[in-house]
């Protein structure tokens, strides 16, 4: 069993993998978790998205990203949170309906343990900033439909700020109602085209 609970099926090695790639929404989750109150984290998620991904295996710093994210479908479980957070005070999805992400880099390739650093420029309302995801190649298979997928996992931590998303609270025992820091996780399902 891997450290995540899960058994993983045999796959293809990762250099069987070149070719461009569809991210397939259905199967994968964009998410992010923020501190609340200084106590708890809260995690939500975005559930409208498309993307394209081109894997070269035999460069992979060639590699490339290029993701679209409709903002409005973020999801935190809490229908009053959700729509502050897509009010003026976070996203204000009504002026910017979309965030994007164009990976700019490949880094720090470790093939044999499948592991990657992915650079890109992540645009939140009418900011770009950089953004560095450690990524994890979980494995690939074809499908009973005769599909190719590929399965990658991905981690960064982003400071809100950097993106003018300062709303905040204070709290009366100090501290803020929301964290700068955010952190974010990717499960992300491939089928090449």
């Known amino acids: 069993m891997s450290d995540t609970g899960f058994d993983k099926a045999p796959s293809e090695a990762i250099t069987d993998l070149s070719g461009t ?29 498309e993307g394209t991904v081109v894997i070269d295996a035999a ?12 903002v409005a479908s973020v999801s935190t479980g809490s229908a009053d949170r959700d729509g502050h957070l897509r009010s003026g005070d976070f996203f204000d999805v009504e002026n910017y309906p979309t965030w994007t992400f164009t990976s700019t880099s490949v880094e720090d ?10 650079v890109g420029d992540l645009t939140i309302r009418t900011i770009t900033k950089p953004v560095r995801i450690d990524v994890t190649f979980d494995g690939s298979a074809k499908d009973p439909f005769g599909n190719l997928r590929a399965g990658f ?4 931590v982003v400071n809100r700020k950097d993106w003018d998303l300062t709303w905040n609270a204070a709290l009366e025992t100090g501290g ?10 990717f499960d992300v399902s491939l089928v090449k085209s």
């Not at 978790?33 to 939500?44: D, E, K, L, P």
């Open 21 to 49: 790639y569809a991210v397939d929404a259905s199967h994968t989750r964009l998410g992010f978790q923020a501190r609340h109150a200084m106590v708890t984290n809260v995690r939500g998620s975005f559930g409208e998205f």
């Open 109 to 118: 390739v470790d093939q044999a343990a499948g592991t990657f650093v992915l």
């Open 176 to 185: 803020v109602l929301v964290s700068e820091k955010i952190k974010l996780d």
């Open 153 to 156: 996992e991905g981690k960064a």
């Open 59 to 70: 460069e992979p710093t060639n590699s490339k990203v290029d993701l679209t994210i409709q």
